[in-house]
């Protein structure tokens, strides 16, 4: 199988792609595809894009395109960066195209892709758009493991295919079956995991892994695979997140990079200060 890259939430941070297009270029992907959510909150919808159009075979709508699309008039503080956004879109090309492609078939079926045996989404199966594959606050972890367990194995259900990749979240992780603990095993992987953001039951194990590791696919396992954030990482960690799959594995990779620019850029925008700020903050803490 071609070795495909798994792209989601680059967020307009064009110094965060072009840092994972270089690692790309070293770890030598044959496909791209981007899960959604290339423009909004970041200071370069428009460069994001079109990069994003050059690099990638498949493109999904994620709720960002959606909002631009669909024009909600109740939004309050962000309706100035989605305004903003819509701005520097227009006349582009890739984003000409996004748009007819969702007048087409409809914004939930442009937020989703199936081929080969795996299917792409930006949220859930259920709800493209909007859903976050996610087992909820920590808090509840323990209290709540059963139904949080059920409710995670509704999740992989959800999915047609046997291998799923999402967004929306802004944090890496692997969805499966208990039974498949074993491909976290330590000692094989070398993994280390985020211990606060992880979930573990009977039913189901949601895994989100620290830094750059590969884990192996045991034969046969159902598999929800979340690359991370390109451009707004929200697990603790400033790097952007993204990831390969080659059919017998996914490696997670984290790059590094300078994020003074988009900082400066960020700092720059006709705003709203409270969300300017919270923007600037979030990129700087990744969180």
């Known amino acids: 199988m071609p070795r495909l890259a798994l792209l989601a939430d680059i967020h307009g941070n064009l110094q965060a792609l072009e840092a994972v297009q270089r690692d790309l270029e070293q770890q030598g992907a044959d496909r791209v595809v981007v899960l959604g959510d290339t423009v909004g909150y970041g200071p370069n919808p428009r ?18 395109e959606a909002d631009l699309i669909r024009l909600d008039p109740d939004m309050d503080v962000e309706k100035e960066l989605r305004d903003w956004t819509g701005a520097q879109l227009a006349g582009l090309p890739a984003w ?20 080969d045996g795996i299917q792409l989404v930006h949220g859930s199966p259920d709800a493209p758009v ?25 999740f992989l259900d959800e999915f047609e295919q046997p291998i799923g990749f999402c967004g929306h979240t802004h944090t890496p992780a692997v969805l499966t079956e208990y039974a498949h603990h074993g491909m976290f095993d330590p000692y094989e992987s070398h993994l280390e995991w ?15 892994p620290l830094g750059s590791v590969g884990l192996r696919i045991p034969d046969g396992a159902r598999l929800v695979i979340n690359p991370g954030s390109v451009g707004q990482p929200r697990d603790g960690d400033t790097a952007a997140s993204y990831a390969i799959f080659d059919g017998c594995s996914v490696a997670f990779r984290r790059v590094p990079y300078d994020s003074t620019p988009t900082l400066s850029s960020l700092a720059a925008l006709p705003i709203d200060e409270e969300l300017r700020q919270d923007l600037i903050t979030r990129l700087t803490r990744g969180e």
């Open 47 to 64: 460069e994001c894009l079109e990069r994003a159009a050059d690099i990638a075979e498949v493109i999904l709508l994620g709720n960002h």
């Open 96 to 115: 000409d195209a996004l748009v007819r492609r969702a007048a087409a078939i409809g914004i939930e079926e442009a937020a989703s892709h199936v081929e």
């Open 130 to 154: 909007t859903q976050y594959i996610w087992p909820a606050h920590s808090c509840q972890y323990l209290v709540f493991n059963h139904q949080i367990g059920l409710r995670l194995s509704g």
């Open 194 to 208: 985020n211990r606060n953001k992880s979930f573990l039951s009977p039913e189901a194990l949601f895994v989100v």
